[in-house]
């Protein structure tokens, strides 16, 4: 347990669905980031958060949609999604108010498996 | 960030050392040298990190050379539960995770 927790753990969903992922850390942290794992592919950096304020937008498609209401929590909303979307999402987070100046170590969470049909 | 090669797999014995390691030629002086494991299909977990010095916790020990060019992660006694992905990654300001090294450790 690494105090970072996401929900759904597995989701199957159509093109025109739309849904959400939920990643809530229980460790004070003020920065929460969100990757996207692509089978036999590196993780990929889509979204950082620092003080609640996106701070990082690594050219994701618009139809994925981050919301971060408060420290504690992240979420990841989805809507129109193509197959090729179906990833493992993780959530991460770190004690860092702001991401520029340094790293610090990053916690993540267990992943949501994500299956687009 | 500085990149950083490292082997795309290993295998180990059971209960002996495994030493799996990483360069990172291009380093510069603020970037710290991490590394992760991830166990498959979950969510990467931290191992250790360091910026010029060697460091130990209760997981791994991190040998860092000293000119920073290049390091080494070691497992002491390697068990089945430490077959994984090993990322090696300098940061400075994010983490980019590349291919890693797939450790198998054996019976």
């Known amino acids: 347990e690494t105090g970072v927790t996401q929900t759904p753990r597995h989701l199957v969903m159509g093109m025109t669905n739309k849904k959400s992922l939920k990643c809530e850390q229980h460790?004070?942290?003020?920065?929460m980031y969100w990757y996207k794992q692509s089978a036999k592919k590196p993780l990929e950096l889509m979204f950082v958060?620092?003080?609640?304020?996106?701070?990082e937008n690594n050219s994701v498609p618009s139809r994925f949609s981050p919301e971060c209401p408060n420290s504690s929590h992240l979420f990841l909303h989805l809507h129109t999604l193509q197959p090729e979307d179906s990833a493992l999402y993780l959530c991460?987070?770190?004690?860092?108010?702001?991401?520029?100046?340094?790293?610090?170590?990053?916690?993540f969470g267990p992943g949501t498996r994500l299956t687009v049909l | 960030d500085a990149k950083t090669t490292q082997p795309p797999s290993m295998d180990c014995a059971e209960g002996r050392a495994a030493n799996l390691p990483c360069n990172h030629s291009?380093?510069?002086?603020?970037?710290?040298v991490y590394w992760y494991r991830q166990i498959h299909s979950q969510g990467p977990q931290y191992i250790i990190h360091?910026?010029?010095n060697n460091e130990t916790n209760e997981m791994a020990s991190l040998i860092i050379t000293e000119d920073r060019k290049s390091s080494t992660l070691i497992l002491p006694h390697a068990t089945l539960r430490d077959t994984a992905v090993y990322y090696c990654?300098?940061?400075?300001?994010?983490?980019?995770f590349g291919g890693g090294t797939r450790l198998m450790v054996k019976p």
């Open positions: 460790l004070g942290h003020n920065a």
């Open positions: 291009t380093i510069s002086g603020n970037e710290y």
């Open positions: 958060y620092s003080l609640e304020e996106r701070v």
């Open positions: 991460a987070s770190s004690l860092a108010g702001s991401v520029a100046g340094g790293t610090d170590t990053q916690y």
């Open positions: 360091g910026l010029k």
């Open positions: 990654i300098v940061a400075g300001n994010m983490l980019t």
